[in-house]
């Protein structure tokens, strides 16, 4: 007789099926157990809710800003160093704040759509970069979850933000750098904007949403190690910064 070949492992679609992990599992295994959690999520893709607890985070702690701070200490300072507004008759440039300050304390209530636009940019951004450059085959469906997921320390920093909002007295507290977690935080004011902007850049939260993003891309495109997914998320970010920092040294951006 014919000696009959050793059984090989059985093929991916007959393994049995991962059991299903809790929603809250799956949130909290982003922070704790990142691999296991975006594995989970590369299988399921649920992409709107973590979409909906950053909105109503983010509508919470805007709104707090609005009746406690008040937009005009962010847009004031804006304007007044703004070059185009320097020659503008001070009347005028008052009208200016005013107005664009009560135009900003609806943004609040517009943080879901903003949320879900600019997951959206960044999954077809990604996606760009690993399925039609790399071949990865995530699709926008897993992307946005990835992308969804990988934000969540933003809630974090909201949730932060919110406690020294009101710790602090209203006029010391700054909208833009309320925990003091980037290098931009340490600059003078009167430290050029091109470098305001890219210490603003190296930020505590963005490093972890990069490396989250890696384990997502990672997790989901089994040909993609973690080293070349970091690398891939990384070059699109040091090329927004360095565009940031540019607009910044022409005037563009105030930092």
Known sequence: MTPQPAPG??????????????EAARLAGVFFSPGKAFADIARRPRWWIPLIIGAILSTIYLNAFTQRV????????AIERSPNTQNMPAAQREQLIRTTAGFYKYVGYGSALISLVYVFIVAVILMFLFDTIMS????????????????????????????VLFLKDPEDFNLQNPLMLNV???????????????????????????????????????????????AGIAFPWALFVGLKTMAAAAGFYNG
């Open 136 to 163: 990865a085959g995530v699709g926008l469906k897993r992307m946005m979850a990835i992308v969804a997921y990988a934000f969540l320390p933003l809630n974090i920093q909201t949730a932060l933000s919110m406690v």
């Open 9 to 22: 492992p059985p093929p991916l679609d007959a393994q049995p099926e991962q059991p299903q992990v809790s």
């Open 70 to 77: 008040g937009w005009e200490s962010v847009i004031r300072p």
């Open 184 to 230: 931009g935080a340490y600059l003078s004011p009167d430290a050029p904007a091109a470098l305001r902007a890219l210490g603003s850049s190296i930020d505590l939260f963005s490093l972890w949403i990069i490396v989250l993003l890696a384990i997502g891309v990672s997790a989901a495109a089994r040909r993609i190690s973690f080293g070349k997914a970091l």
